[in-house]
Structure formats: C-alpha cells, structure tokens
C-alpha cells in the first residue's frame, strides 16, 4: 500500500511544471500560466486543474494528455486534469522566465493585456498599435505583416532596423 504524504503533491508539482507547452515547446505549461494548481487526494490521486490560453486551442487535449503521461511514468496512478475557465487566463500569467525564454527563441513576448473593470468593456474603433521590440535586435521599429501567424495566439511582425521576420504572441 503507498500512502500519499504532503511530499506526493510537491513531487506531482514539481513533475507537471516540466511539462513543455505542445505550441511553444521553449516553454512549460508553467511558464505560459496554464499550469493552475496540483494536488493529491486521499485516496492518493493527482489533479491538476488546467486554463486554456482561448476556449477554442487545439492544444488542450495534447496538454491533459502529456500530463497524464509524465505523472504515470513518475508512479501517479490516478489523474485526473481539470480544465478551469474562470478566471479566464490572460498573457499577464505568462512568467517572467517564460518572456524571457520567448524572447530568446526568437519571438517576442507579449506586452501587458488591457485591463478592465467590471461592467461594460468600451470599444474603440482605431485601437493604438502595439509597440513591439524585435527579439533579435531590439529595435522599437517593427510593423505587422500579418495579424495571424502559425497560431491564432500569434501575429507576423518584421523588424524594419535589421529586416528579420518574428512572431509576436499577442496580448489578451
């Protein structure tokens, strides 16, 4: 019989925060703040509680399946990944490491989201364009070349000072 202790769940912690980003492999779920919250049961499960970057990513099934996978082969019979809607997660969970390790990789970390009160969101038809620097130069000149990149999470900028291309994670 194992008996499930108070190490247990920070084994099972510290296992699901390796757990790369199935998008962005530079980063853990950790580090993209999707990773909410692990623990044990008594009767000796693991849940780990999950937040989707958007309620329509297509990586969510590969998230719950690769931390299922790492907690088995690490002796966790029993898990259980919940995904938690509220609150909706924004790019202001992403941590520090993970910006940094963004930035290295080549594309740029998203700046701070909006933020809002309760009530009603006031719209604006000519939101201020971002200002993004390049991750390879530093450069404050960049533009948009495409709203969308290879995810939806994601634009096309290029740098106009060194003329490299770079993916901007968007800010929400």
Request: glycine fraction near 6%; include cysteine; hydrophobic fraction near 35%.
């Amino acid at each position: 019989m194992v008996t499930r202790t108070r190490t247990d769940a920070q084994r099972a912690l510290e296992i699901a925060r390796t757990v790369p980003d199935p998008e962005l492999p530079v980063l853990t779920l950790a580090d993209l703040g999707v990773l909410r919250e692990v623990e044990t049961t008594e009767g000796g499960g693991v849940v780990v509680s999950i937040t989707p970057t958007y309620s329509g990513c297509p990586a969510m099934a590969e998230m719950r399946a690769d931390l299922r996978r790492r907690l088995h082969d690490a002796g966790f019979d029993d898990v259980e990944v919940r995904t938690v809607l509220h609150p909706a997660w924004t790019t202001d969970w992403i941590s520090e490491e993970g910006r940094r390790k963004l930035a290295e990789y080549g594309i740029a970390p998203p700046g701070r989201a909006p933020q809002h009160g309760s009530g009603p969101v006031p719209l604006t038809l000519n939101a201020p364009a971002p200002r993004v620097p390049c991750p390879h130069c530093g450069s404050a000149d960049t533009e948009e070349v495409s709203r969308f990149s290879a995810t939806a999470c994601k634009a096309l900028r290029r740098c106009r000072a060194c003329s490299e291309p770079f993916e901007h994670i968007k800010e929400i």
